[in-house]
């Protein structure tokens, strides 16, 4: 075959189109999917685990200072984890308990927030935007007439 493509060139040339149409693909789908994180809500708070690891992490890097092994950390801190008694985790446990009942907290002033906000915002902003424009047009005689619109 003359000026024509081998088997091999067009499974080249077919997988390139397919990486392109699965990128494509990709990108549209995070556009339909979830909305925007919002960046001011609050997080979620941490398991008893994840406090236990905040202290644990510190004292192994104590302990093992050249370690560079993210893993081996996690690996260390789950074995640590299983082998307490439930007595050993009660500490964990209550502070995990705390920030939970905070993030709540937070957790419903920033919805009470959302339900509210936006409408207040605007109205706000409209009535400075107004005051402040009738702040600068307006001369004497013009403030005048305003006020007599207002008594009739």
Known sequence: MKGGRSKAETKKADSKLSVKKGAAAA??????????????????????????????????????????????VGKAGGDKWKSLSAAEKAPYVTK??????????????YNKKL???PAEEESEKSNSEVNDEDDEEGSGEDDDEDDDEDDE
């Open 96 to 109: 995990a308990e705390k920030r939970k009942v905070d993030y709540e907290k937070e957790l419903r002033a």
């Open 27 to 72: 990108s549209k789908s995070t556009k339909k999917g979830k909305p925007a994180k919002d960046p001011n809500k609050p997080k979620r708070p941490a398991s008893a685990f994840f406090v236990f690891m905040e202290e644990f992490r510190k004292t192994y890097k104590e302990k093992h200072p050249n370690n560079k092994s993210v893993a081996a």
């Open 115 to 117: 339900a509210e906000g």
